[in-house]
């Protein structure tokens, strides 16, 4: 049995407005068009399979997340990351101010995984997690996820 060392809850829906539907929707639909015409059905079928994905998976996902660090590991929501399966963690910030926790997993193909935090909770948590994992220096956003935030992907 493990001890709650802490625990958060965040809101991850993303408040799109409606002309972002409107575009996206027929961004899929101009470019599967043009490249049906231009005989490229295979290019057709997978932005059809990419479209439907994104939406499936968006639609599915839950609005709050709940966060807990343990003693043995990090549960977020419903899946455990054992503290010897995370490499190191650190805050990623947007103009001085925390935004994400990134966990660095010792994973081959998900390497990374952000959690929402703010400010307040930013120290609670760097006590909790700096008596297991190790931490690295602060980092900035890059600029695909500046884009990423901006286009609300």
């Known amino acids: 049995m493990s001890d709650n060392i802490y625990s958060w809850k965040f809101n991850d829906t993303k408040n799109r407005w409606k002309m972002w539907y409107i575009i996206a929707i027929s961004i899929v639909i101009w470019s599967t068009i043009w490249w049906f015409f231009t005989k490229q059905y295979g290019l057709s079928f997978i932005i059809l399979l990419i479209a439907w994905l994104y939406y499936f998976v968006e639609n599915n996902s839950v609005d709050t997340v709940e966060v807990k660090i343990t003693t043995n590991w990090i549960k977020i929501d419903w899946v455990f990351y054992d503290y ?38 930013m120290s609670d948590i760097k006590s909790s997690l700096s008596n297991y994992i190790e931490e690295s220096d602060k980092i900035e956003l ?12």
């Open 84 to 121: 010897s399966s995370i490499e190191s963690f650190w805050f990623i910030y947007k103009s001085e101010s925390p935004i994400w926790l990134r966990l660095n997993l010792n994973k081959k193909g998900l390497r990374y995984i952000d959690v929402k935090i703010t400010r307040k909770n």
């Open 142 to 153: 890059t600029i695909s996820e500046k884009m990423i935030n901006l286009l609300k992907l």
